[in-house]
């Protein structure tokens, strides 16, 4: 491989030399031709063939040694001004295509400032520095997705082999059933949440516009969760303007309603109230979830739409740190916007604003 890439060399330097040969050789014959034709004309002076011929041999050194000196010239040129920098930019290409993402191009500095590599240089560090945070991200998400996966497992796994045993009272034998069946369901509701938000980071999901009443969505999706909020005995408050109509997916919304309202209930204890709002604020439709449940911390609020984020290790039992993820994906792709407001053993309160549709068409920008 060396071998070849210095009969490559060899090749290019020769070439780079016939070319500033040729290029030389026909400059000088045109400027001596020139010279000696008014030379010629204004003195009368007459050529022999000697003179021709001596002219014709210092014309020819004086040819070869220009282009010999050019070469060299631009060889050291670009060994300096082109070399090193593509030599920077190779080794650090290469490092990447390894799996070195914290390779970075130091700026190069030159008298040519405007040779166009420290924009290169500029631009492969940026898509370096991005490529990095990706790695880590895609790291991140392989070992928290198989650490969520491998909980559920391990006690299907445990709770199937004591079922094996012969002398399991019946009790026992449907309790042990019963955790096998909520751990597949977990891990179901895991693997949907994985697949669904997948398709909608690679845009494989394009949202179905349609006017729609939302508050009449809200109503349908809260009255989904009727049986969990009757068992932990949780007060229910809606407070629901009506006439409230969207233009939106609707099938995407109900993801965002039915995590949001899964949420407040499952952190929320038994006696607590969780509250549903829905209010029109200009050309926006606010949907308020608030619920009495554990609360966060600012700290963790500032990461909660993050993946496998879960801050409260506490009740990291109760969730796989992917519904807000999901939320907050679904709300940015049809246009809306989400917060939240929490405090440490207060409850939380999440606002999503998403723009409303008046008189069948959709309200101009404010």
């Not at 010629?40 to 041999?57: F, H, K, M, V």
């Not at 004086?62 to 282009?67: A, I």
């Not at 809306?336 to 053993?345: K, L, P, Q, Y």
Request: net charge negative.
């Amino acid at each position: 491989m060396r071998e070849n890439s210095k009969w490559k060399r060899l090749l290019f330097s020769l070439r780079k030399y016939v070319t500033f040969f040729l290029l030389i050789a026909f400059i000088i014959t045109c400027c001596l031709c020139l010279f000696l034709l008014i030379l010629q004309r204004t003195l009368g002076i007459s050529y022999t063939e000697e003179n021709i011929r001596d002219a014709a041999i210092l014309t020819f050194c004086n040819v070869v040694f220009l282009s010999f000196l050019c070469t060299v010239i631009d060889t050291v040129r670009r060994r300096f001004m082109v070399g090193r920098p593509v030599r920077r930019i190779a080794e650090s290409a290469e490092k990447i295509m390894q799996g070195d993402f914290s390779a970075r191009i130091e700026p190069f500095r030159s008298i040519d400032s405007e040779s166009g590599f420290d924009i290169i240089i500029d631009y492969f560090n940026r898509m370096a520095e991005e490529l990095s945070g990706v790695e880590t991200l895609r790291a991140d998400f392989i070992a928290n997705v198989s650490h969520e996966l491998k909980t559920p497992l391990a006690v299907i796994q445990n709770y199937g082999t004591m079922l094996q045993s012969p002398d399991l009272a019946d009790e026992q034998r449907m309790g042990y059933a019963k955790a096998i069946t909520e751990q597949s369901r977990r891990l179901a509701g895991l693997i949907t949440n994985i697949l669904k938000l997948n398709r909608l980071e690679n845009q494989q999901i394009y949202p179905a516009a349609k006017r729609y009443n939302l508050g009449e969505q809200l109503a349908e999706c809260l009255l989904n969760f009727e049986s969990t909020w009757e068992k932990k005995n949780i007060n229910i408050e809606t407070d629901i303007e009506e006439e409230v109509f969207v233009e939106s997916d609707d099938e995407l919304l109900s993801l965002v309603w039915n995590n949001l309202f899964s949420n407040a209930l499952k952190f929320t204890e038994a006696g607590g109230t969780v509250s549903v709002t829905l209010k029109t604020e200009g050309a926006y439709a606010a949907v308020h979830v608030a619920d009495t449940g554990y609360g966060i911390s600012p700290e963790v609020g500032r990461h909660i739409f993050e993946k496998f984020y879960q801050g409260d290790t506490s009740h990291a039992t109760q969730g796989n740190g992917l519904g807000l993820a999901l939320v907050k994906r679904v709300v940015d792709i049809v246009g809306g916007d989400i917060s939240v407001e929490s405090e440490a053993g207060k409850g939380s309160t999440f606002t999503v604003k998403i723009r409303r549709a008046a008189d069948g068409e959709m309200q101009k920008n404010p």
